[in-house]
């Protein structure tokens, strides 16, 4: 389906919900931290469910559910079929939702480590968790079907007020194919790791950011997943030259986006473990 | 049916308003409260363990993690932590612009905590979109000095959540004269705001609400506490930080997944605004606590719904305080200090917006992190609300209907400003205290 089409019935005045899942709530800060701009949105939009915010209607029938945070719970699993039944359009947010996120790191463990991890920080009542727990932290693609994406961790609020927007005029919010150092070109930032040696993932990180880091003078460290054409043997080479032990190097990809799959893939493979 | 006799359960199967995931079962059986428990359904999220083997300035990134309306908080506590482990003696450049940038996240936090989350429920709303139908002005007015604190934030950090700017021995970068000049003429006018939300707040509706608790917070030498190591009570005790676990225990609860702490004795205790104001009234400046004494509430007090108004008041504080910094500003081309990696075991601590942030760290020669402790306000605080709950919806009359318990509930809880997205704790006491 093209994507006019796909969006042709979207209501004129949509029933928009926003649900939270396993993560630091700071991707709906990008809609809170700017309450001058969530007002504005609340005169175009029927804000139906956004616990943060007030409105409490969980399982109501929406045109848009924004999704934050990735499913760590049988619970959680549960609740997002129901969100996804009752939702025509899903839109996933920030790096828990599309790749897990940090938590995600437990992914790494196996299920004897976890058990361990789950006694080490809740020793005295360890069932409730252990009952309750999935072996993983997933993104919500991984459980069901996901129509739009936006990465970041968290993501900004310039970024989900123009894909409201964007999906509010029938559109599919554009997805930003460019690495970081495009940014950096732009704005004629110094590159951090030509000038000062500093080990910075810029080309091989989605832009979206604004090249903050490289803005203060420091190497990106991967908030917005990889970059759609990112030459990952090249980085890790660069990376090696620098000086970076293979743990270092593993550190920087198994961090915010650590599932995802150019990253994950690519340290699996070229990194010894 | 006898009223008497009857059993009511409620239940709020979600928190709105509240950062994180949590839920609230209360049971009355002849007029007494026979469960009230704070359930927090966060998932376990592990950050003390996948942490383990990470470099210094890798865990000041990932902390911010935990949450996202205090990131700094958990940032600050972790550098305060390396720093004392690595022996680095800040610069008073560098103490500043942390000041500054944590000064931000007070200001960030307080109003939209105030505007946002807590004063629908003094007036009534249930939201404060809602609310802004009936106050356009004051809520703008809340969200403006929001946003500046955001602005502070990013400023230093680059963006208000998860900011990139900090890092072990100081900053990354310093912003140039001009662009903390452009932040004074807006300083000077929050100020007007601030003051004037202190006055709105201290007309509203206050429920009565004696809170007996333990109250505590830090203690700094000269000012009102935001970085400090010694830590007071209303008990009159004084210790260091580094003693923490000799006066506090932290314990896990079966209903949540986030852990609770009381005294060693197992009373609750109290962080928070209230908490700080109440012991640091004698650190305001003469003419802030005037304006504290001018709301008609009587310092300290124990009326937990007068948080609110001590934000108000820490809000000013903190906006007269950012603009003395801003003012004062000169630029530095060393924002930062070197430091020798060490194998060392330390704490840190903060004034997190909603109390004492308190973070331990284990590290090995490389100054990697062996094992790593967090202990944030709210899961110090569960004890103390799930009390304040008891006491409180007695006072308020367990023969009200349903739905009014359950508003008033609602609203002891979100008085505290519970962030319970953070679920993240690290338990060593049963451990180390053998």
């Given amino acids: 389906m093209s994507t006019p089409d796909k969006l042709i019935n979207f209501a004129k005045r949509p029933k928009i919900a926003v649900h939270k899942f396993s993560s630091c709530d700071g991707c709906q800060l990008a809609l809170i931290n700017d309450a001058v701009s969530l007002l504005e ?18 399982f109501a029938e929406v045109d848009l559910a924004i999704i934050e945070g990735s499913v760590n719970t049988h619970h959680d699993v549960h609740r997002i079929e129901m969100v996804r039944a009752k939702a025509k359009y899903v839109l996933s947010v920030g790096a828990c939702a599309l790749t897990g996120g940090i938590q995600a790191l437990r992914n790494f463990t196996d299920e004897k480590e976890l058990r361990h991890w789950q006694h080490d920080v809740y020793p005295e009542e360890t069932e409730v968790i252990i009952e309750g727990d999935l072996a993983t932290a997933k993104p919500i693609s991984a459980y069901v079907k996901v129509d739009f994406e936006l990465p970041g961790c968290p993501i900004n609020t310039g970024q989900i007020l123009r894909a409201i927007r964007q999906i509010l005029f029938g559109v599919e919010p554009e997805k930003n194919v460019d690495p970081v150092c495009t940014t950096c070109k732009h704005a004629g930032v110094t590159c951090v790791m030509v000038a000062k040696n500093e080990p910075c993932l810029g080309p091989v990180v989605a832009d979206g950011c604004d090249a903050i880091c490289p803005k203060l003078g420091r190497g990106c460290y991967g908030c917005y997943g990889p970059a759609k054409y990112a030459n990952m043997d090249a980085m890790i080479a660069k990376l090696k030259e620098m000086g970076l032990s293979d743990e270092q190097i593993k550190h920087k990809f198994h961090h915010i986006n650590s599932q995802a799959i150019t990253f994950h893939g690519v340290v699996a493979r070229t990194i010894s473990q | 049916m006898n009223v008497e006799n009857r059993t009511t359960k409620i239940e709020v199967p979600i928190l709105a308003r509240v950062e994180g995931e949590g839920a609230l079962d209360l049971e009355i059986t002849a007029g007494k409260i026979t469960k009230c428990e704070l359930r927090i359904y966060e998932p376990p999220r592990y950050f003390e363990k996948f942490l383990e083997g990470r470099e210094p300035n890798e865990v000041i990134d990932a902390v911010a993690r935990i949450c996202g309306i205090c990131p700094l908080a958990y940032q600050a506590g972790f550098s305060n932590a390396y720093e004392a482990a690595f022996g680095v003696e800040l610069t008073p450049w560098i103490h500043d612009m942390r000041l500054l940038m944590f000064l931000g996240e007070w200001i960030e936090s307080h109003y939209l905590h105030t505007h946002l989350l807590a004063a629908p429920d003094f007036l009534n709303y249930r939201s404060g979109i809602e609310m802004a139908k009936d106050y356009p002005n004051e809520v703008l007015r809340g969200v403006r000095l ?24 100081g900053f990354y970068r310093a912003p140039r004269e ?47 506490p935001v970085f400090a190591t010694e830590v007071i009570t209303s008990d009159g005790e004084t210790f260091n930080i580094n003693d923490y676990d000799e006066h506090f225990r932290e314990f896990h609860a079966r209903q949540s997944t986030a852990l609770h702490s009381t005294t060693i004795a197992g009373e609750p205790i109290l962080f928070g605004p209230l908490s700080r104001i109440n012991l640091n009234f004698d650190r305001l400046p003469p003419h802030i606590q005037e304006m504290a004494n001018a709301t008609g509430i009587k310092w300290p007090s124990r009326n ?34 070197e430091y020798t990696p060490k194998a060392a075991n330390a704490w840190g601590a903060v004034e997190a917006p909603r109390g004492i942030q308190i973070d331990h760290v284990q590290l090995d020669e490389r100054g990697y992190a062996t094992a790593i402790r967090i202990s944030a306000p709210t899961s110090q605080n569960l004890p103390c609300i799930e009390a304040n709950l008891r006491s409180s919806l007695e006072t308020f009359g367990l023969d009200k209907p349903d739905d009014e318990l359950r508003l008033h509930a609602e609203m002891v809880i979100r008085n505290y400003d519970p962030c319970i997205s953070c679920s993240a704790h690290f338990l060593t006491l049963n451990i180390t205290r053998q």
Wanted: glycine share 6%.
């Fill in chain 2, 178 to 224: 001009e662009e903390v000049a452009v932040l004074i003429p807006k300083l000077e006018a929050a100020l007007k705001d601030a003051k004037d939300v202190v006055e709105w707040f201290s007309q509203l509706p206050f429920p009565d609400a004696e809170v007996p608790f333990k109250m505590v917070s830090l203690r700094h030498p000269t000012e009102y």
């Fill in chain 2, 146 to 169: 929001q946003h500046l604190g955001n602005e502070i934030l990013k400023l230093l950090g680059g963006r208000s959540v998860h900011p990139n700017g900090m890092k072990v021995g």
């Fill in chain 2, 304 to 337: 937990m719904f007068h948080s609110i108004i001590a934000r108000s008041i820490e809000g000013y504080w903190a906006i007269e305080r950012a603009l003395e910094i801003c003012r004062n500003y000169t630029y530095t081309d060393k924002p930062a200090l």
């Fill in chain 1, 41 to 58: 949105l609340a005169t175009m939009v029927d804000i139906v469910h956004f616990a943060e915010a007030g409105p409490l209607d969980e």
